[in-house]
Every structure is written in C-alpha cells, then in structure tokens.
C-alpha cells in the first residue's frame, strides 16, 4: 500500500520543514506544498490541485499541518478522501482569532468595512474580505485528527483548541514547555515523539 503525507506548513515556513519530519513518518513518502500567498482561496486550489495529483499515485494520503497551515488544510479538504491529520498548533477558529485582533488593535467590523484593510500596530493587515470569505466559507471537519498544542501558545488559546476537541472526532497533546512555534531542543524533541506515535498505527496494516 502506497502511503503519502501532504505537509502544509504554516506562515513564513516551507516545504523544505519536510526533510525534517521524514525520520518520523517510517513507510510514508512526504511531500510538502510550498505556497506564500495566504489568502484562503488561493492556498485552498493549490491544496486541492496537489490532492488530486496525489490521489491518482498513492492508496492512502494522510495530513500534517502547522497553525495557520491546518486551517488552509481543513478548508480544502473537508470533503475529501484523508486517512488521518495531525495538526501542529493548529488555527480551529479563524474566525475568533481574526476578531481577537480587531479587538487588540481597537478596530470595529465597521471600520475595517469602510476601509477594506487596514494594517495594524503589531505587522498584520487585516482584510474584510477575508474575514467575510471565512465567516461565509464554515469548516465541517470529519477526518481523525491528533493535535499538538503548547501550553504556552499566545496565539490560539486552550479554550479554543477544547472548544474544538469536544465538537470534533480530534485528540489532543499538550506539551506544557510549548509556545505556538515549536522551535527550541526540547521542543522539537516532544514534537518528534509525538509525530511518530501519531504516525505509527500505519505500518502496522501494511
């Protein structure tokens, strides 16, 4: 049996993070998307036009996705054929964590509205034709779903990632030394571990 896992990183990362994973995924091939526009209906095509060259070589194709990266997953593939995802600080509600920024930055739906974009004081521009783009495009995500999330992830909060959990068929590992970016020694080490045990079932049914 064929087995592919599509890696959809996430903001300023790449398809390169694939050579990385590889010691973790044993009888998997790994093929990363590499994209840099990060409007949703941009990354969706290109998400869904890899999945189909996918699905045409390989018997199973699995997930792996990094923050903003799983919500791009989720929103391109919510319908279609995936063995099993695994989600690295996975972005569950775009639409919270978009209206978490407009309250941050002091900005009302009606401001951003009148404006169109605006850039706020922390580097990211907010658009209201993404926020109206997602709330109009609802994620209904079916696929068995592991979830590595950092207690100490200031991006997405716990209750969002439980909120998520409890509506969906997910797990979730909290790593109590992580921040949203896995990056240092021992973060990187947990993340290894808890890749390959997510991954593991599947050499056993070849």
Not at 46 to 69: F, P, T, V
Not at 73 to 86: D, G, H, T
Not at 145 to 156: A, H, S
């Amino acid at each position: 049996m064929k087995k592919v896992i599509l890696y959809i990183h996430g903001k300023n990362g790449s398809h390169l993070e694939t050579s990385e994973y590889k010691k973790n995924c044993i009888n998997f091939d790994i093929i990363g998307l590499e994209y840099n526009d990060y409007l949703p209906w941009v990354v969706k095509n290109q998400i869904i036009l890899k999945y189909e060259e996918l699905k045409n070589i390989y018997d199973q194709i699995w997930i792996i996705a990094n923050s903003i990266g799983a919500y791009f997953a989720m929103l391109a593939l919510q319908n279609k054929k995936i063995e099993k995802s695994l989600f690295i600080s996975p972005i569950t509600d775009m639409e919270k964590l978009i209206i978490e920024m407009m309250e941050f930055a002091h900005i009302s739906e009606e401001n951003l509205k009148e404006k169109g974009e605006i850039i706020t004081d922390f580097g990211e521009t907010l658009s209201w034709v993404y926020l109206d783009y997602v709330r109009k495009n609802p994620i209904k995500w079916n696929i068995p779903t592991e979830i590595l999330y950092g207690e100490k992830d200031n991006l997405v909060s716990v209750a969002t990632i439980y909120k998520f959990i409890d509506t969906h068929n997910a797990k979730l590992t909290i790593f109590k030394n992580g921040e949203h970016w896995f990056h240092t020694k021992e973060q990187i080490a947990f993340l290894n571990e808890w890749m390959k045990k997510g991954t593991q079932f599947s050499s056993l049914i070849n």
